[in-house]
């Protein structure tokens, strides 16, 4: 009984103070620098206005973020055509970030960021939606993986 008891105390405790630092005079997470190589993986699912599928679609890269800059460099593959086939993709977007939020060609997202050093995120895994072709909206979602 008395093992219980002092079980449930230490979790209540450390729950209170996890809350309380959470809620009262916690500051604001620092804002990460997105800097070097990652590993991309992008999943898309658009809805047409009626509600019907409008589209998929897959992306897997190797980007380059430049800070200095704002540029996200992306040098990847795609399945695209029927048959499906891989198809290289190549190009550029402008990018920001805060530290809930990352904007890809002025799309912005829900993000989270994880295993910060040094300020530069290991993992950050983003989800938003956005407007598609033709009127359809679409929910995206990828993963990056830094590239040590």
Do not use: H
């Amino acid at each position: 009984m008395t093992s219980r008891v002092g079980t449930a105390l230490i979790v209540a405790l450390f729950l209170s103070a996890a809350v309380v630092g959470n809620v009262a005079g916690a500051p604001p997470p620092a804002t990460p620098v997105l800097t070097g190589n990652y590993i991309f993986t992008w999943w898309e699912q658009c809805r047409r206005p009626d509600g019907g599928l409008a589209g998929v679609g897959q992306t897997t890269a190797r980007v380059t973020f430049d800070a200095t800059n704002g540029v996200a460099t992306f040098n990847g593959f795609q399945p695209a055509g029927n048959p499906l086939t891989l198809e290289p993709i190549v190009g550029s977007a402008t990018y920001s970030n805060t530290a809930t939020t990352f904007t890809l060609d002025g799309d912005t997202f829900q993000a989270f960021y994880g295993d910060l050093k040094k300020g530069v995120p290991a993992y950050v895994s983003y989800i938003g939606v956005v407007t598609g072709d033709s009127g359809a909206t679409c929910s995206d979602q990828a993963q990056l993986v830094q590239i040590p």
